[in-house]
């Protein structure tokens, strides 16, 4: 009678009454085979092995006689399953393979890995607890986490993971801790649901639990009894709500919690063995048909009734029984239990024949391959767990408010960013992170008074921080506070999540190096900000609060960082560009470099090696300058032109001479834009500065000779040797600085603006060949300049600086870059031996820039690897970056694709020679759409639009001398190159 009127007060209460559907694992399959297969599999097996076949039973894998021999014991007992203690891959599959050779009815290998399977295999990937795993929103991801770990199941024979925990944590402090997603039971039913479709459309079976929900308990099942004092409206609303949409959804196992809920069934005892529960609740009222598993019946909860758990299971409604204290005597329990009526054999036989339907289902009518243990430890460990992984603690980060819409933080240009992280948890790499962006300042707390900032971040992952968190946030003009800590720590830091000072606030789950790199992402919108809270956050003092379930969203505006699997590389790519580059420094091809491989937005490779000299101990960072030499060209140069192209100031087609007065009257009148871009103009490759820049009255003979006489005793590279006497032009420079001679040129040496003018009258007035066909030319560049800055009234520098690299966040990027950073920041190039005499150090390499005062077309510009990708995704993105639109879509789209029909060349770019892949400056295998430049310096970089790609490739390999051979012989740059196609996984 008690059961009857259970069932009807839930009928009443239940607002739509679930229709029983099969579940899809076995509507997948051909019902007559499998049926004929059951059947007949059934009448192979007697009264007791029908029995034991119900039974899933612990081992402990370990190599160990002993194991072998229980393993033998219970499966010649004829038990269904099996389920392993902690242990790793190797004796997981020596265990499993044993077992299964000796298994008559293949066995159903069953795993406890609610967050993966590192929760039992020490050697397996690790995932997010569930409660971490609850900030992600994305029910694609877990959905992803399903398929994920059903793969990593299949390669080691594990056939059911009871899994998802669909209990919803709703009283703090419950003995569920960081097995329940999360506070809200939709937010629950839709991870947990998304998961098991993604483990059974695996091939793996998936288990909801703790049937009817375990998250309101305080005491532990495996201890005692715990019980649920809820109203029963409250139970199906909050507790049952899961997985009534679990069961409605056609997911296939169910597993039934050692629970006393007194409002479903008031007979004191555990829901496992409780026929209102089971039977009832479950089969009855949600309509459930899937295998139906009883939580471990070792634990402490399932013994507070008498007699034989495994006879009362059965008889509430189980299929499975799972971990028996004993098998032989339940076995003999049930059997009597069978034959004094207690129970009938109908019951012990249609709950059989389910488990014969899942094994069938699940492949496990035939008995299984042998499995090899390496082959799986590399399946399991493959790069799909790794993306995922880092996919998850992407999805995690949380904006819990966000004022204004301050984030992603825009207008870096104009923005003052200062971070001060707080407590005993190193934030290293959140801090690190944030400097690949901007221009952050490190700040400890007392220096926060008399720092310049207008955007003040606090960061913390230390609970005893939070009050000074808030103080420090009370007095910022713009504050932001970035916390780390686990979902169940949160309370800890409600007060400084809200508090006032703070107009946007970030939580992370975690506070490891993945965590803190996404989370400085979210920031500057590397990433999206796809988080949500998976408990209530509730502010007392401010009284605030957000609900579980809530978070800002916003898209990735910038460049973000990931790994080389996570956009489509090989997983070897990292370790073959170490090789390429680790090789080439001990070949002495380069003291040093940076390799930046970047696609589909994000930045896998990011890697330096080396020193900034042979002979320095100073490594090379992410933030070393290098002398990029010609590729200024292709990047400083170009920009300035593609924004005043931008902006309507020329069009291609008009002559240059229409801007500089110097070209006109003469042979270079009607060269246009077009023709300087594409190197058709007929100037000479460039000047000889040293003739042009010694003092012809210093000296008598040849200045240059290619073999060392009596008085060209300097070498200045091989096969020229210069004039000892010879000095440099006391008109155009100077050893001491003067309001005339007030640019240093080099260390101890000045120039001024009439050197400059005196430079480029020397180009307006250089001979011009014979025909204008395609030569490469530094004047070209140097005409382009003069060009830009003549329109904008402004020096190219500051037109590049103000309006693309400042914006960009590209604050690493400029021309003379002693006037921003000290000398150990920057990587040397040669040693001067004639012109300058000294080791080039901060000063451009490039002669014609140098006598240039540093800034011009040709060359000049110093930059690092990170920087300049900004800039080429900018171009890929078709204009913006950041949310600032830098060009439009048209301006991008002529310059990344217009080539000369004369040449290889783009509009300022080089391009593979299609067709003669040994005569391109890039790999054989690029792409037709490929634009790019390479640099005297050893730099160079490639953009691929068609793969959606960016290669930048820096060295200093002309230090300390350009006659460098060993840079041709590794080939350094063009090799990694070609390795960056090559990791394409196809």
């Known amino acids: ?235 199906q609303f909050v507790d049952i709500y899961p997985f009534k949409k679990f069961v409605g959804a056609g997911l296939g196992g169910m597993m039934v919690a050692h629970l006393y809920v007194p409002a479903i069934d008031k007979e004191y005892g555990p829901a496992t063995l409780s026929q209102p529960v089971v039977s009832g609740l479950l089969k ?116 819990v408010h966000n004022a204004d819409n301050l984030l992603p933080l825009r207008h870096l240009d104009k923005r003052r960013i200062a971070i001060v992280p707080l407590g005993s948890v190193p934030l290293d790499k959140l801090v690190a992170r944030c400097r690949s962006y901007a221009d952050v300042k490190v700040l400890r707390p007392d220096e926060i008074g008399r720092a310049g900032h207008d955007v003040l971040i606090v960061a913390t992952a230390d609970a005893a921080t939070a009050e000074q968190a808030q103080r420090l946030l009370a007095g910022a003009k713009c504050g932001i506070i970035a916390v780390l800590a686990s979902p169940a720590d949160v309370d800890a830091y409600a007060d400084a999540l809200v508090a006032p000072g703070a107009k946007a606030a970030l939580w992370a789950p975690e506070r490891g190096y993945a965590h803190q790199d996404c989370m400085a992402q979210v920031l500057f919108g590397g990433c999206d900000a796809a988080g949500a809270l998976p408990v209530d ?19 990735a505006c910038r460049l973000g960082y990931s790994i080389p699997e996570a956009v489509g590389f090989d997983s070897r790519l990292q370790q073959r560009v170490d090789s390429v580059c680790n090789y080439g420094i001990r070949e002495h091809a380069f003291p040093g470099c940076q390799v930046l491989v970047a696609r589909h937005g994000k930045v896998v490779v990011n890697s330096c090696y080396g ?174 300049a003069d060009a830009m800055q003549r329109i904008n009234r402004r020096w190219l520098n500051e037109i590049v600086d103000e309006q693309i690299f400042a914006p960009l966040g590209a604050y690493h990027t400029l021309y003379r870059p002693l006037s921003r950073f000290e000398p150990e920041q920057i990587a040397y190039t040669e040693v001067d031996t004639y012109l300058r005499r000294q080791h080039l150090h901060g000063y451009v390499h490039d002669e014609l820039n140098a006598f ?8 000049g510009l110093f930059s690092n690897a990170n920087d300049l990708a900004k800039l080429f995704q900018m171009w890929l993105n078709g204009g913006t970056y950041g949310g600032n639109r830098f060009l439009k879509k048209s301006t991008v789209d002529v310059f990344l694709t217009q080539k000369s029909p004369n040449s290889h060349r783009g509009l300022g770019f080089d391009k593979p020679v299609i067709g003669d892949p040994d005569a391109s400056n890039t790999c054989p295998e690029a792409t037709p759409s490929v634009i790019g430049h390479t640099g005297f310096t050893g730099t160079g970089y490639w953009v691929d639009p068609e793969n959606d790609m960016i290669y930048i490739f820096l060295s200093n390999r002309v230090c300390p001398t350009r006659d460098n051979p060993a840079f041709s012989r590794v080939s350094a740059r063009s090799h990694l190159n070609t390795i960056v196609y090559q990791s394409i996984v196809k």
Not at 665 to 672: A, F, M
Not at 852 to 859: E, K, R
Request: charged content about 20%.
């Open 611 to 784: 020193t900034i000299d042979f002979n320095s101990k100073t490594a090379v960072t992410e933030h070393t300058l290098y002398d990029l030499a010609s590729v200024s060209k292709a990047t400083g140069t170009i920009s300035a032109v593609m924004k005043t192209f931008d902006n309507g100031k020329f069009r291609l087609d008009d002559p240059a001479s229409r801007y500089i007065p110097g070209l006109r009257g003469g042979d270079k009148e009607d060269i246009t834009f077009r023709q300087l871009l594409f190197h058709e103009t007929g100037m000479k490759p460039s000047l000889n500065m040293w003739n042009l820049m010694m003092d012809k009255s210093t000296y008598s003979g040849s200045l240059i000779t290619n073999k060392p006489t009596a008085v060209n005793t300097i070498k200045v590279m091989n096969n020229a040797y210069g004039h000892k006497d010879a000095r440099l032009r006391a008109d155009l420079v100077s050893t001491t600085p003067s309001e005339r001679f007030n640019i240093a040129i080099a260390e101890g040496l000045y120039a001024g603006k009439h050197t400059y003018d005196t430079v480029m009258n020397w180009i307006y007035t250089s001979p011009l060949n014979a025909t204008k066909k395609y030569v490469y030319s530094c004047l070209n560049f140097s005409l382009l």
């Open 537 to 555: 956050l509730k502010s007392a003092r401010y009284r605030k609060s957000y609900l579980a379930g809530s978070g800002v969203k916003y898209k």
């Open 284 to 399: 009855h009222e949600l309509g459930f048909e899937g295998l139906i598993f009883t939580d471990a019946l070792q634990m402490e909860g399932a013994k507070a009734g008498s007699g034989s758990q495994c006879v009362a299971a059965l008889r509430a409604g189980n299929d499975v029984l799972l971990m028996p204290s004993n098998i032989d005597k339940e076995i003999a329990a049930v059997t009597r239990a069978i034959a004094d009526g207690e129970l009938s054999q109908a019951v012990v036989d249609n709950a059989c024949r389910k488990i014969l339907r899942y094994k069938y289902a699940l492949g496990l009518s035939t008995k299984p391959r042998a499995i090899d243990a390496a082959e799986a430890r590399k399946v399991v460990n493959g790069p799909e767990a790794k993306v995922l992984a880092r996919q998850l603690a992407e999805a995690s980060i949380t904006v």
């Open 1 to 235: 009678m008690r059961q009857i009127i259970s069932i009807l007060m839930l009928v009443l209460l239940t607002t739509t009454v679930t229709v029983a559907r099969t579940p899809s694992l076995l509507t997948r399959t051909d019902a007559s085979e499998r049926e004929a297969w059951v059947e007949q599999t059934l009448a192979t097996l007697s009264a007791e092995q029908r029995v034991a076949q119900l039974m899933v039973v612990a081992i402990n894998p370990n190599h160990s006689t002993a194991m072998r021999a229980r393993i033998k014991e219970v499966v010649e007992r004829g038990v269904g399953g099996l389920i392993y203690n902690e242990s790793n891959i190797a004796a997981h599959v020596d265990a499993t393979n044993y077992a299964q050779s000796l298994a008559s009815v293949p066995l159903m290998i069953t795993v406890d890995g609610e967050w993966g399977l590192a929760m039992r295999l020490t050697d397996a990937p690790s995932f997010p607890h569930n409660l971490m795993m609850g900030s992600v929103d994305d029910d694609k991801l877990y959905y992803r986490y399903g398929r994920e770990l059903a793969r990593q199941c299949q390669a080691l024979g594990i056939h059911v993971n009871f899994a998802p925990v669909l209990d919803v944590l709703d009283r703090k402090g419950s003995t569920m801790g960081d097995r329940s997603f999360g506070y809200d039971p939709d937010m629950v039913a839709n991870h947990g649901i998304a998961f098991a479709k993604g483990m059974e459309d695996g091939g793996v079976l998936s288990v909801g639990k703790h049937f009817p929900g375990h998250g309101a308990t305080f005491d532990d099942s495996h201890k005692m009894l715990p019980t649920i004092n809820k109203p029963l409206k409250e139970l």
């Open 852 to 859: 240039s005062l540093g800034v011009q077309g040709n060359a």
